[in-house]
């Protein structure tokens, strides 16, 4: 499958397209054929900096996608191979402003402020 990763941290132009095993989803997870991407203002200052984390390069970037549910884990009832769906980054945000609860809920790599204590 195909992948936008950051191969430079230099903004837009250090992304690469690049082909990277196809990754099989493991218990409670299921796997998405992304149909349509955007870069975000997050995915966007990922390019020009330390990453979430500081995971290593290449670090594959995404935050916003749309696509098909394409196979499920074992144990996953919600959802069937076809099913329309959205990436949710906060998973604990359904409305309302911002706070450190909702912060800790992102997907993906975790920044250090994310794990800080109110």
Not at 28 to 56: C, F, H, I, W
Request: glycine share 12%; aromatic share 6%.
């Amino acid at each position: 499958m195909k992948a936008w990763q950051i191969a430079q941290p230099t903004g837009p132009q250090g992304l690469k397209l690049t082909e990277i095993s196809t990754p099989t989803p493991g218990p409670g997870e299921v796997l998405v054929r992304v149909r349509a991407v955007s870069l975000n203002y997050r995915d966007l200052g990922t390019t020009r900096r330390e990453r979430p984390g500081n995971l290593p390069l290449p670090f594959t970037i995404g935050s916003d996608c749309a696509g098909e549910v394409a196979a499920l884990g074992a144990g996953v009832t919600q959802w069937k191979e076809g099913d329309r769906v959205i990436s949710a980054f906060f998973q604990s945000w359904p409305a309302g402003g911002m706070t450190h609860t909702i912060m800790k809920s992102a997907l993906g790599g975790r920044c250090r402020e994310c794990w800080r204590s109110t």
